[in-house]
């Protein structure tokens, strides 16, 4: 599994960080929606 950027409170992510956890997520609701069928 890998983890995302994470902002701190004195800093913001910069746009490639945010683009990557985009892609991150884009992954994982594909994984969770394949367990979920799989489930049900």
Do not use: W
Not at 13 to 20: I, M, P
């Amino acid at each position: 599994m890998v983890a995302g950027f994470r902002a701190a409170r004195n800093k913001t992510l910069t746009r490639g960080e945010r683009e990557v956890n985009q892609l991150i997520a884009a992954q994982r609701t594909v994984r969770e929606h394949a367990f979920v069928h799989l489930k049900h």
